[in-house]
Nanobody
Framework: QVQLVESGGGLVQAGGSLRLSCAAS????????MGWFRQAPGEEREFVAA????????YYPDSVKGRFTISRDNAKNTVYLQMNSLKPEDTAVYYC?????????????????????WGQGTQVTVSS
């Protein structure tokens, strides 16, 4: 049984930073691309970041590029999302997700259907 458990969310002022963590179990973590997504109330779930199974490739949308950094520690089965210079529009529930294929970095890591397991989410609230 695959489990993804996010942590690290909270309330922060605009301009501040948070680091999210996602601990994985149930699969050989080091062989799977991981992603972060977020969903604000009334909005669709949107892509935030992805990292290849070996950590060599990362991808971000323009909305977070230069502010967010995804990383992973395969020895700890954990993926991280460092979020700096946070803005009120970053307020959302943040989810980590695991790609459905081993040793594979998708051509479009931003697509939700590339991922078959999702965490329960952690709330990030940025006040102005």
């Amino acid at each position: 049984q695959v489990q993804l458990v996010e942590s690290g969310g909270g309330l922060v002022q605009a301009g501040g930073s948070l680091r999210l963590s996602c601990a994985a179990s149930g699969r050989t973590f080091s062989t799977y691309t991981m992603g972060w997504f977020r969903q604000a109330p009334g909005e669709e779930r949107e892509f935030v970041a992805a990292i290849s199974w070996n950590g060599r490739s990362t991808y971000y949308p323009d909305s977070v590029k230069g502010r967010f950094t995804i990383s992973r520690d395969n020895a700890k089965n954990t993926v991280y999302l460092q979020m700096n210079s946070l803005k009120p529009e970053d307020t959302a529930v943040y989810y980590c997700a695991m790609n459905r294929n081993r040793n594979y970095y998708p051509a479009h890591p931003e697509k939700r259907d590339e991922y078959d397991y999702w965490g329960q989410g952690t709330q990030v609230t940025v006040s102005s």
